[in-house]
């Protein structure tokens, strides 16, 4: 054993017995990431683990840190399990990392994250989801401790900026159990409260853990939900909550978000102040324009001299009234003689057509001298024919012949039947020559 003690080796045996040595030692360890490399390429990632008085330089094949399914941050608490290795290029002691898991708060953090992704995946951080703050609200809800200092700040910063705004107030639970249906609830009565325009969910600072219920799914949902913007306020300028994330403004403090849901008074009276002097500005820049048109139009020639406006018109009327001056005679004489040769056309024309209704007449004339007596001798039989005619068929034929015709007493309807009158009736019986008036004595129905 002394002997070997004693025998000399090379340095690098010297660091292979090193090696083989330390990597029978197997622990489990538990640090802070104080520096990582993780460059696309490199076989392995190599990280620092430190505590309060030591530093401890690790390494990780690569397959194995993909497989872990996470990704190292300094700040990062984690647990690592391995052995012992020596770098004898360098030689350098160094931890070979074979499990890797994060610690303590380090476990929150790679869960906060895992819900940040599944909610950045439903749209839940989309920018377009994104309300605008109101521009003046005139009420404020905010949700937060009644006893921390958030409650506080917020009243003096809206008390110091925008004393106009009624601020609503709903005082939740903010850590601890309980507070993620305390901040939900909160959320709905503000969201809900008649007038209220904007919510301010604020909290002040405090440790990772004590952050948790604004990481909750049902808080960022619930801030997606509320049917006015929210402006949230958590803890201090490091901390971004997943209520941060999916909140309309991410404000740094409650400070910072009193500031970004209600403007400055101040602000707001040195605006309306240079406003007001460019509008000023404005309309006297706008009088003198229009002073200075008014001038350049009062000097044109038309307002100094009536006929300006209306010589190249009276101009244009006189040259017209000459042109039909010389016009008028010449067409006035074709017309004339137009209608002289009309007339006389016409009068030809009218002594050809007399000409010829002449002759026709004079045809007619002669045939009519021809066949006028054999017309007049045919039109005689004719008549003489239908007077005989007419004759016989005469009522007053048949009454010469012994027949009567019986009237009503009226004397307007012919009585047809016995049975149409009744004894002492009066009647009329018209014979060939003159009318008896009579008196039923009896009836005689036909047998």
């Known amino acids: 054993m002394t002997e070997a003690a004693t025998t000399s080796v090379g340095v690098s045996e010297a660091l292979r017995r090193a090696k083989s040595v330390l990597e029978t030692i197997t622990l489990t360890i538990v640090g802070e990431v104080s520096e990582c490399t993780t460059k696309p390429g490199y076989k392995a990632v190599y990280f620092s683990l430190s505590d309060d008085t030591s530093v401890l330089p690790c390494l990780m094949w690569r397959d194995s840190y ?90 003096r910063t809206l008390r110091r900026r925008y004393p106009v705004a009624e601020l609503v107030i709903a005082g939740v639970q903010v850590e601890g159990d309980g507070a993620v249906a305390a901040l939900i609830e909160g959320l709905r009565l503000a969201g809900a409260h008649p007038g209220v325009e904007v ?61 970004a849901a209600a403007p400055s008074v101040i602000e707001i009276a040195a605006r309306v102040d240079a406003a007001a002097r460019l509008l000023g500005k404005a309309l006297s820049h706008s009088v003198t324009e229009r002073t200075h048109r008014l001038r350049l139009i009062a000097h044109r020639p038309v307002f100094r001299d009536a006929n300006c406006l209306m010589s190249a018109r009276m101009q244009a009327l006189d040259s017209t009234a000459e042109s039909l001056d010389r016009a008028l005679p010449a067409g006035i004489a074709r017309a004339e003689q137009l209608v002289l040769r009309s007339a006389e056309g016409l009068a030809r024309i009218a002594e050809r057509i007399a000409e010829r209704h002449q002759l026709a007449l004079d045809v007619a004339a002669r045939n009519l001298a021809h066949q006028g007596p054999a017309f007049i001798e045919r039109a005689d039989r004719r008549w003489a024919l239908s007077s005989a005619r007419l004759d016989d068929l005469s009522p007053l034929a048949v009454l010469g012949r012994g027949f009567a015709v019986c009237y009503d007493h009226g004397g307007g309807r012919v009585l047809r039947s016995a049975a149409e009158v009744a004894s002492g009736d009066r009647v009329r019986v018209r014979l060939a020559e003159g009318t008896l008036g009579c008196t039923v004595e009896n009836t005689y129905p036909e047998v």
Do not use: W
């Open 66 to 155: 993909d497989a872990c399914g996470f990704e190292l941050r300094p700040g990062m608490l984690v647990e690592v399990a391995g052995v012992f290795t020596a770098y004898a290029a360098k030689g350098r002691l160094q931890f070979q990392v074979r499990r890797l898991t994060p610690a303590g708060e380090g476990v929150l953090r790679m869960q906060v994250a895992a819900l940040a992704r599944k909610l950045e995946a439903e749209g839940l951080m989309s920018a377009s989801r994104k309300r605008p703050l109101p521009a003046f609200p005139a009420k404020i809800g905010l949700v937060t401790s009644p006893r921390g200092k958030a409650v506080h700040d917020v009243i």
């Open 199 to 259: 919510v301010i969910l604020a909290r002040g600072g405090g440790s990772y853990e004590d952050l948790m219920p604004f990481n909750a799914e049902q808080v960022a949902r619930a801030v997606a939900q509320c049917p006015v913007p929210v402006v949230t306020g958590i803890g201090h300028e490091p901390d971004d909550s997943i209520a941060d994330m999916v909140a309309d403004v991410r404000a740094s403090t409650p400070t910072a978000a009193a500031e």
